[in-house]
């Protein structure tokens, strides 16, 4: 027990806090076991026949210089806010000045019909456009990069035909369709003048903006509301491209969306918790390793172990307690399992008081020690687990030192995430004990830079730079790039 053992806990929430620790520990042997499968499914997604695993083109084909410059909208849409920014690339080698607004993205948006969720947006980029630079009727058209952070078939880079909604969103008649015309009909309608350059994921916009400030950088990560991760991979090696005849050593990011890893269920050690998550999620059978990772599912999955030793052990926790808070799905977010992580006191005086305010609940001592612990199990494992995708695309790279950019409030917030990760990763590639604590570890998740702000306008720089220089792969609209 990592804290407050002065406490004797019964027997019988003990057997359970066991269970507990069964069900979620990910051992190194089956870390490995995760990582190599991992890597096969990496291979079979970018394969003509495909995969699992998405593995997206994005056609963003060379890594920033550090010399872009140029004034850039973007347009971030994410799991939790929607945030409009103008960036511009200064003269400065990997500097920029950026001004932001956040909006927040209406809960009913995300379930709700496309024309609101498009209207929406094209407001919130009126209503910045003509803060920060007035009459819109005067104005040129702007350069936008549009970070749409699903997964998407990209034949252009200005092209996004949505696979399918991730992430708890649930809108109709936008699956299997090009969201650009959608978005640019809904900007035209209100005179917006935007001209969009690129669609991109967030994953790859944190790639470039972190490798726009450190070279090493071969990786772009998100461990937020989501789970995914962005490479550069070489043209050669996407046998779904061959047709195109790109020469093999040009660049592709690819967008790998390894969310859906293992949606066959051949590896990871799902729960009957994780089972649930699934069945009762928007898409069943869909994300299944983002399921156990993200910030969007870490509370619910705590959530539904505590509903479950309240009702179908002989344990029954929080006895002759009014539960019915607790009972509402997804009431719980990620920070509530952070709080209970942070909580610095012995007896757990800060999560008893959380569990007081924010369920109504008021649990004992050997309860609160179960309640540690099961954060800590949910925790550890999504850290855990999440190394494996940085294994895997290190190893299938033949990456022996690299830096990994990763953002998102997971890698962020949550506490010991990064340790956690850390550890596994040494286990996972057999890396030998540090000489020093303070050395480097060869393979480094570091927090990036703002991937879908300045990831998206270098983005757009990239591209029209391309461009200019003749290389029309992946353009749709030649004509917005003048
Ligand atoms: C989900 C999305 C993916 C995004 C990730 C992080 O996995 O499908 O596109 O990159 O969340 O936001």
Redesign the pocket.
Known sequence: MSSGSFVEVPKDLLKEIKRLEELFTVDTAKLKQITDHFVNELEKGLSKEGGTIPMNPTWVMSFPTGYETGTYLALDM??TNLRVCQITLTEQKSEFDIIQSKYRMPEELKTGVAEDLWEYIAECLLQFIQTHHGDVAKLDKIPLGFT?????TQNYIDEGILQRW??GFDIDGVEGRNVVPMFEKALQERGVPIKLTALI???TGTLIASAYTDTKMKIGC?F???????YMEDCGSIPKLAHLNLPPDTPMAI?C????FDNEHKVLPRTPYDESIDTDSPRPGQ?AF?KMI?GLYLGEIFRLIMVDLHDNHNVNIFAGQDIGKLRRPYTLDSSFLSAIEDDPFENLSETRELFQNQLGIDPNPSELELIRRAAELIGTRAARLSACGVAAISKKKGYKECHVGAD?SVFNKYPHFKKRGAAALREILDWPAKADPNDDDPIEILAAEDGSGVGAALIAALTLERVKKGNMHGILHPENFH
């Open positions: 994410g799991g749409f952070s699903y997964p998407a991730t992430k994921n967030d994953t998100i937020g509301t989501g789970c995914n991760a962005a967008n969306e390894w969310g859906a994300q983002e993200a998102g």
